[in-house]
């Protein structure tokens, strides 16, 4: 389907077009092989959408696209703020499509979505 005519979700994440991704989240934490946590997240988007550490920019620019057409699924309000749950579907750099779950953040006296972490979701 092309861009253009698809259509913003009705419940897709507030502020989508400020969201945030660093790039420690991904290069140094969701794509590092040798990361103590992110290691097992990392082997995943590897061997299911062909996304290493080098290739960070691409997946924040693939997740930021597909952004505004999913549903953001309230998790709650605690103390750090409102988050939300979103699972995009995404193409590889090897042609697979595959589930990724992404979580958000908006802090406090903030209006802008900060990614908190993302997987590979589970078939």
């Given at each position: ?81 409102r988050k939300y ?39």
């Open positions: 389907m092309a861009e253009n005519s698809r259509s913003i979700h009705s419940h897709a994440l507030p502020n989508y077009d400020k969201a945030v991704i660093s790039r420690d989240k991904l290069e140094g934490y969701v794509l590092n092989p040798a990361h103590d946590e992110g290691k097992h997240k990392a082997r995943v988007f590897k061997s299911a959408l062909g996304f290493g550490q080098s290739d960070w920019e691409e997946l924040k620019r693939r997740i930021l696209d597909e952004l505004p057409y999913q549903e953001a699924i309230p998790q709650g309000e605690g103390l750090w703020g749950r979103v699972i995009l579907p995404i193409v590889g750099l090897n042609a697979s499509k595959a589930g990724v779950e992404t979580v958000w953040i908006i802090r406090p006296k903030t209006d802008f979505p900060t990614l908190v972490t993302t997987l590979v979701a589970k078939r």
